[in-house]
């Protein structure tokens, strides 16, 4: 990327204090942009700023708060940059819900947040980009819209280069396999995620999902002072802090959250022995006679106990995020993208993490998945230059730092200065026996995540 220097150009990336947008944000600082960061609070962007500052003085940021959902947050924010060169309209929302339940408020929140928002900004930005004769717009999609979307932009002939999202397996043969050389082979999950021993996407890191945060000063006070290692002793450790009274012992919320949760516990013992999924479809394995049944039986007696609060699924996920940080509920499953929002939140009590309690006791694989994936299209004109680009992104150590510090994700052999909430999670990382991928990828049926989700 530093052949395409990027001096005298200005950019900016939306929700840019955290994740993928402030990873972009670093990047196109480090090329020689003057890059504004975006977010709704001014002290989380003037904060992200300055530690960007710290981590390369020579990056020329600019604080760009406000709510560009809105039309005087994106003037504000506009006027702020002043000339925008380069476009990144990295934020974005995303719900799992049946359509039918959709209601109109929520159809338009999605609207104005994912479509609106990025309209308003391209029509304001985009006249003096022809005026000056350069300018780029880039749209960061989710999982989910790339997913959805992908297929209609190969029908169109609109083909994308380079595809920043977990593929379904179908989606393979319209890809370009990546070359047989030692930096695909070396980066996260490259061989787990091989399909027909060809290798499809690469990733940056490894996200590290089957973990529990928990607030350490309340347990402590309701007499539990180790970490629970057994479901057993999880559930006895949310009885007491339900017989204390005043929070959530076990906090969840709806969208995706729920069936999330539930394969970060279950799937370490799954898949740990076997291709589960495949002796499903073969006829020679069964959910119920599997540890789903068990974790399930478990899951159910929270809800029955209170442990869970049964109102949850009307709740989004960043619901579930404040209510952990506000020490309004003691515990939540997640993974370690949720280091980072805990980090900034300044909680007032002290955080602790566990590897996610397994039925017998013993330390469990880890559920991971890739972090921040690339895949090239087949169709791509400009095949060789986005290999390159790939190629960079995922093997250059400031790039790859930069994701893995934005994201909170590892991987072997680099290292970066984390907080010590990110460090016990590398602790528990190197516990752990092994690895075992998620509710999507090669191997697992299309749409299983949603449907789990959905029938937990």
Do not use: C, H
């Not at 339940?101 to 980009?129: C, H, K, Q």
């Not at 039925?359 to 994936?373: E, F, I, N, V, Y």
């Not at 200065?417 to 090669?442: F, H, K, M, R, W």
């Amino acid at each position: 990327m530093y052949a395409y220097r990027l001096k005298e150009k200005v950019a900016l990336v939306t929700g840019s204090t955290q994740g993928i947008g402030r990873a972009i944000a670093a990047i196109l600082a480090d090329a020689g942009a003057r890059v504004a960061i975006n977010g709704r609070s001014p002290e989380t962007v003037a904060s992200i700023v300055t530690d960007l500052e710290s981590e390369n003085p020579s990056r020329d940021l600019i604080q760009a708060s406000g709510d560009v959902t809105n039309p005087n947050g994106a003037d504000a924010v506009l006027a702020a940059v002043g000339s925008v060169d380069i476009l990144v309209n990295n934020l974005g929302i995303f719900g799992s819900a049946p359509a039918l339940d959709i209601t109109d408020e929520e159809w338009r929140r999605y609207f104005d947040v994912n479509v609106l928002a990025a309209v308003r900004l391209i029509r304001s930005s985009l006249p003096g980009m022809k005026e000056r004769g350069w300018g780029r717009v880039l749209n960061i999609a989710s999982d989910s819209a790339v997913q959805s979307t992908l297929q209609q932009e190969l029908a169109s002939g609109d083909i994308p280069d380079i595809v920043a999202s977990n593929l379904d397996p179908v989606v393979a043969p319209q890809l370009l396999a990546f070359p047989e050389e030692s930096w695909v082979f070396d980066t996260p999950l490259a061989q787990e995620n091989a399909i027909d021993g060809k290798i499809w996407q690469v990733a940056t890191g490894a996200q590290i999902q089957s973990l529990v945060f928990y607030n350490k000063d309340l347990f402590a006070a309701v007499g539990v002072t180790e970490a629970p290692t057994s479901v057993d002793d999880f559930t006895a450790a949310l009885k007491a802090v339900k017989a204390a009274g005043g929070v959530t012992p076990l906090g969840t919320a709806g969208e995706w959250v729920t069936g999330a949760q539930f394969a970060m516990m279950s799937n370490p013992a799954l898949l740990e022995s076997g291709d589960f999924y495949t002796e499903v479809t073969d006829g020679d394995a069964s959910f119920a006679d599997s540890p789903y049944a068990d974790f399930l039986e478990a899951y159910s007696g929270w809800i029955a106990d209170g442990l869970v609060d049964p109102a949850a699924l009307g709740l989004k996920y960043q619901d579930s995020i404040d209510a952990f940080t506000s020490g309004t509920s003691a515990s939540i499953v997640m993974g370690n993208w949720l280091v980072p929002s805990i980090d900034e939140a300044g909680v007032g009590f002290e955080v602790g993490v566990f590897a996610a309690p397994s039925l017998t006791g013993d330390t469990a694989p880890q559920m991971s998945g890739p972090a921040q994936p690339y895949s090239i299209l087949e169709g791509s004109e400009n095949k060789e230059l986005a290999l390159s680009l790939v190629e960079y992104l995922v093997t250059d150590e400031k790039a790859v730092t930069t994701s893995l510090e934005s994201e909170g994700n590892f991987r072997q052999g680099y290292t970066y200065e984390g907080s010590p909430l990110n460090q016990e999670v590398g602790a528990i990382l190197d516990a752990a026996p092994g690895l075992v991928i998620g509710t999507s990828g090669p191997g697992i049926p299309g749409g299983f995540g949603d449907e789990l989700n959905k029938q937990v």
